[in-house]
Every structure is written in structure tokens, then in C-alpha cells.
């Protein structure tokens, strides 16, 4: 897969193509149906699938401070894409002048000046342009008259509930983990480099690895039974997300990963945390020694769970 940032890198070898368009966060089942219909129009055409997102998410950059927060980060929305056989992806940088553009001149810049598609797939809500003016049916008149086709993808619903970011965030919200692995069609998982953190877990029988989160807001918080695959063994454990109340800290949020019998080093790894069962919420405790307690409750409750349910 293909990765160019802005319509100044686009050439000429990247017109012609059948493209869709969106944040698509967290590359859930209802954007799987999308990109399996855009798949398969690539083949009839015989040209590439495109995939067209921005950076910053438009509402990150209207309320960046009430933006909600994200399924994945790019780095990892860009492997989704690839996992589901994108060809190319557009990465446009939401600001005041991407904003601005209207319906018919982001029509023309992006789809026929800079694409040239030859046909798009769109979310059945799909608006664009300046003040959310466009729809389908302004697309579906800019198809007729420049000789694209253009589609509405149907919904797609499972427990008879639209499949939705936003619906994927209130699951987990309310640790609806089954759910929201029904609906992203894989558990939920966060990315990310362990590094050095403050090394408390040792003193506190319960060393973790510090997982890198370059996030703003995190969509969960609290303690959770996690698994994380590493050199092709799945490891059972425990994990804090959250900014941890107990600890002197600077308030961001922090994943702090405990898995069951691991002895290796992963300082510097990528380590993928697949998130299955809330344990508790986040707090505060009076000391070192409280949290200590609560810290081997949890251990010995994902131990009782694991052993369970030993992971496949």
C-alpha cells in the first residue's frame, strides 16, 4: 500500500482509481464492507482502490478540546487499511484551507483534478465540503455530469444497532468488550513502543511494561484483562490505562502493562495490547502500600480468570 500526504504529492500514476472517503477510526466492520466493495470495483475496473482521510479528524480540528477520543492512531489505522487490501491511501491535512473548500471545488480539486476517479464509494451519512454542504445527491449530479459512478454503501448493523466509531467507544465506555469486538470484527487493541518509565512496578511485585500512547484521550480508563502477542505467543495479563491518581505524575494518560509469567525484555518493542474485560475503575489510593494490595488483587483475579479461560 501506497501512502501520499497532500495533493501536491499526488502524479500523474495516481489518477485513475475508485476511492471512498472518511475518518474511518478504528477501520470497523461497517468500513470492511466498504473497502470489500471498493475491492471488488477496483477489479472490475480494472484500476487501483483509494482510500482518502485526514489529519487532523475534522472534529479534532473544530473541538480539539471535545474531540472524542480515538479507536486508532494513524500508524495503526494505515496498517488496517493495508491488512484489508488498499492500494493507495490520501492523506489530506484538515486546516483553514482545506475547511474552506466547497462541496463543488473539493469535487473538483480532490476527486477529478487530483484522482481522476473513476468511481466512489461513500457512507450512507457522507457529508463534505465547506459547512457540511455536500451530500449524495450532490454527488450523484457531479457523477452524472463528469462521467464518474458514485455509491451509497448500505448500513450495517449487528444486535440490530448501526456498526459505528461512536457506537464502538460507548461499548467500551460501558466495558461492553463483546460488543465492540463484534463490531470492529477483532478485540480492541492499542499500539504502542514500550519505554523506561519509573520502574514503581518493581517495587510493587508487579514490573509492567510502559506502553507509549501519543494520544490526547484514550477511549478507556481503568484496569482490564489484556493480551498481548509477542514472537508468536499470546501472553494473558493485566493492565492500567489511565493517569494514574496514585502516582505523581503530569496528568496524560498512561498504559502500564503486567503479563502473567513474562520474565523477556521488551524495552524499545512495539507491543499490541488486546483489551477483553474491565476489572475496576482507576483510583486513588491513600498509599504506596494500599495500591501494592490492590495491585495483587488484580493480578490474582486476571490469574483466576486467565487460567479459566486460558487464551487460544
Known amino acids: 500500500m501506497q501512502l501520499v500526504r497532500g495533493l501536491h504529492n499526488l502524479r500523474p500514476q495516481h489518477r485513475g482509481c475508485v476511492a471512498t472517503i472518511g475518518n474511518f477510526d478504528g477501520v470497523h466492520r461497517g468500513h470492511q464492507a466498504i473497502l470489500a466493495r471498493l475491492r471488488e470495483r477496483a477489479r472490475e475496473l480494472s484500476v487501483p482502490s483509494c482510500v482518502v482521510i485526514f489529519e487532523p479528524q475534522p472534529r479534532e480540528f473544530f473541538v480539539p478540546h471535545d474531540a472524542p477520543a480515538r479507536l486508532s492512531r494513524l500508524r495503526d489505522k494505515l496498517a488496517l487499511l493495508a491488512a484489508e487490501g488498499v492500494d493507495l491511501v490520501l492523506c489530506l491535512a484538515f486546516n483553514p484551507r482545506l475547511r474552506e473548500l466547497s ?166 518493542r512495539r507491543l499490541t495490547v488486546a483489551f477483553h474485560h474491565k476489572l475496576r475503575d482507576e483510583q486513588r489510593f491513600a498509599s504506596l502500600e494500599a495500591l501494592k494490595t490492590a495491585i495483587a488483587a488484580d493480578i490474582a483475579a486476571a490469574r483466576a480468570h486467565w487460567q479459566g479461560q486460558p487464551l487460544k
Open 103 to 268: 462541496a463543488a471545488e473539493f469535487v473538483q480539486r480532490v476527486l477529478l483534478d487530483g484522482l481522476g476517479v473513476e468511481h466512489l464509494e461513500v457512507g450512507d451519512d457522507f457529508r463534505f465540503g465547506c459547512d457540511r454542504a455536500g451530500d449524495f445527491a450532490f454527488l450523484a449530479e457531479a457523477a452524472s455530469r463528469e462521467g464518474f459512478t458514485v455509491e451509497a454503501a448500505k448500513t450495517v448493523e449487528i444486535d440490530g444497532m448501526r456498526v459505528s466509531s461512536t457506537r464502538i467507544r460507548e461499548a467500551l465506555g460501558t466495558g461492553d468488550f463483546g460488543l465492540a469486538e463484534r463490531m470492529l470484527g477483532r478485540p480492541f487493541q492499542i499500539a504502542g513502543r514500550v519505554l523506561h518509565g519509573q520502574k514503581l512496578g518493581r517495587q510493587l511485585n508487579a514490573p509492567t511494561a510502559n506502553v507509549q500512547l501519543k494520544r490526547k484521550r484514550v477511549p478507556l480508563s481503568g484496569v482490564y484483562l489484556v493480551s498481548a502477542e509477542i514472537d508468536g505467543r499470546s501472553w494473558p495479563g493485566v493492565a492500567n490505562i489511565g493517569v494514574r491518581p496514585s502516582v505523581d505524575g503530569d496528568g496524560s494518560a498512561h498504559l502500564e502493562v503486567h503479563l502473567l509469567d513474562f520474565a523477556g525484555d521488551l524495552y524499545g
